[in-house]
């Protein structure tokens, strides 16, 4: 059954993902990242520069099946397009169709998008709705206590 974990409060979510996707790497977990094809371009050029002395390694979708097999990290604009991934990172307003392929779904939700907000309480919503078990994670809560 898919695990569900939001991350609420998140200052700047492209580089809280590029964390993610650091610490994800590092642990030999692969993760597929779902968002529109605009934040996948802006989290691509981000992933190569976010630390100037790691490389987190990453494919689009769109490249070459070796490619892509070779990486943990594949960017790609729907769920669909993303096989033997452990982890979805969810960048975009929708619920990823095809998630339930996923042992884990992580949704990043932004401190003050009040847009990006809204979009999450209704992802919430869907995921309750399924009867899935979903874990809050308040990022200021934990930033403030540390």
Same mark, same amino acid.
């Given at each position: 059954?898919?695990?569900?974990?939001? @991350?609420?409060?998140? /200052?700047?979510?492209?580089?809280?993902?590029?964390?993610?996707?650091?610490?994800?790497?590092?642990?030999?977990? /692969?993760v597929a990242v779902t968002a529109p094809a605009d934040v996948l371009k802006?989290?691509?050029?981000?992933?190569?520069?976010?630390?100037?002395?790691?490389?987190?390694?990453?494919? &689009?979708?769109?490249?070459?099946?070796?490619?892509?097999?070779?990486? /943990?990290?594949?960017?790609?604009?729907?769920? &669909?397009? $993303?096989? @033997?991934?452990?982890?979805?990172?969810?960048?975009?307003?929708?619920?990823?169709?095809?998630? #339930?392929?996923?042992?884990?779904?992580? #949704?990043?939700?932004? #401190?003050?998008?009040?847009?990006?907000?809204?979009?999450? *309480?209704?992802?919430?919503?869907?995921? $309750?709705?399924?009867?899935?078990?979903?874990? *809050?994670?308040?990022?200021?809560?934990?930033? $403030?206590?540390?």
């Amino acid at each position: 059954m898919t695990e569900l974990d939001f @991350h609420f409060n998140v /200052p700047d979510k492209l580089l809280y993902a590029c964390r993610f996707l650091r610490k994800a790497t590092h642990r030999g977990v /692969p993760v597929a990242v779902t968002a529109p094809a605009d934040v996948l371009k802006q989290l691509d050029a981000l992933l190569w520069t976010f630390s100037a002395h790691e490389f987190v390694p990453h494919a &689009m979708a769109t490249d070459e099946a070796h490619v892509k097999a070779a990486t /943990p990290v594949l960017l790609c604009e729907s769920a &669909m397009q $993303a096989s @033997h991934r452990q982890i979805l990172l969810n960048l975009g307003d929708q619920v990823p169709t095809g998630f #339930e392929q996923f042992e884990r779904v992580i #949704e990043i939700v932004s #401190e003050a998008d009040m847009t990006d907000r809204q979009a999450a *309480r209704g992802r919430w919503k869907h995921y $309750a709705s399924t009867g899935l078990k979903l874990t *809050r994670h308040d990022i200021a809560i934990k930033k $403030a206590t540390e």
